[in-house]
T-cell receptor, first 115, second 113 residues
Framework: AQKITQTQPGMFVQEKEAVTLDCTYDTSDPSYGLFWYKQPSSGEMIFLIYQGSYDQQNATEGRYSLNFQKARKSANLVISASQLGDSAMYFCALRGNTGFQKLVFGTGTRLLVSP | EAGVTQFPSHSVIEKGQTVTLRCDPISGHDNLYWYRRVMGKEIKFLLHFVKESKQDESGMPNNRFLAERTGGTYSTLKVQPAELEDSGVYFC???????????FGQGTRLTVV
């Protein structure tokens, strides 16, 4: 079975600071991918960043980076230089590369960026 | 290029009524997924189409839910009859290939009263 755990229901950060959102996972697939999505108050799910299990380097996309520690089964999202517009729900998701490849989501972390 | 589009954005219906949700995927995306988030819980997979075929419908909660994707383009998800526990946000996503990122629509917020 595949499982994503996000233990932080809410996080607060001041503008311009960095914040780490935690994500741990469990899977028996030898090959898999990890995703982070942002859901602002408007409701849409915005794809942020992807990490493949065999990728040698941690993924980065602008101010987003993924701290991938395979042995610990963690895939934490790091947002540098937080902006007010970063306030949103953030979901970590896992997709195995065998079988039907559906996404398995965590319960999400609500991030609030204060001025 | 248009993203994934879902209609309606909100729907409020009474218990026992029927509701049909629609999803238009990104053009050329053969893979279409439906997900649902019930209040305060994780987003859960419902089903996966590859073109017009149901690849995986293991997440469909019961036979009150019927999904179709005629012609391999847009998809509909019908709930008949709706129950209170069906309330939540229904997301549609599409991807070009199964191993590429999935792009989500803005969701349909369904409230059953």
């Amino acid at each position: 079975a595949q499982k994503i755990t996000q233990t932080q229901p809410g996080m607060f950060v001041q503008e311009k600071e960095a914040v780490t959102l935690d994500c741990t996972y469990d899977t028996s697939d030898p090959s898999y991918g990890l995703f982070w999505y942002k859901q602002p108050s408007s409701g849409e799910m915005i794809f942020l960043i992807y990490q493949g299990s065999y990728d040698q380097q941690n993924a980065t996309e602008g101010r987003y980076s993924l701290n991938f520690q395979k042995a610990r089964k963690s895939a934490n999202l790091v947002i540098s230089a937080s902006q007010l517009g970063d306030s949103a729900m953030y979901f970590c998701a896992l997709r195995g590369n065998t079988g039907f490849q559906k996404l398995v989501f965590g319960t999400g972390t609500r991030l609030l960026v204060s001025p | 290029e248009a993203g994934v589009t879902q209609f309606p954005s909100h729907s409020v219906i009474e218990k026992g009524q029927t509701v049909t949700l629609r999803c238009d995927p990104i053009s050329g995306h053969d893979n279409l997924y439906w997900y649902r988030r019930v209040m305060g819980k994780e987003i859960k997979f419902l089903l996966h189409f590859v073109k017009e075929s149901k690849q995986d419908e293991s997440g469909m909660p019961n036979n009150r839910f019927l999904a179709e994707r005629t012609g391999g383009t847009y998809s509909t998800l019908k709930v008949q009859p709706a129950e209170l526990e069906d309330s939540g946000v229904y997301f549609c996503a599409s991807s070009q290939l199964m191993n590429t990122e999935a792009f989500f629509g803005q969701g349909t917020r369904l409230t059953v009263v």
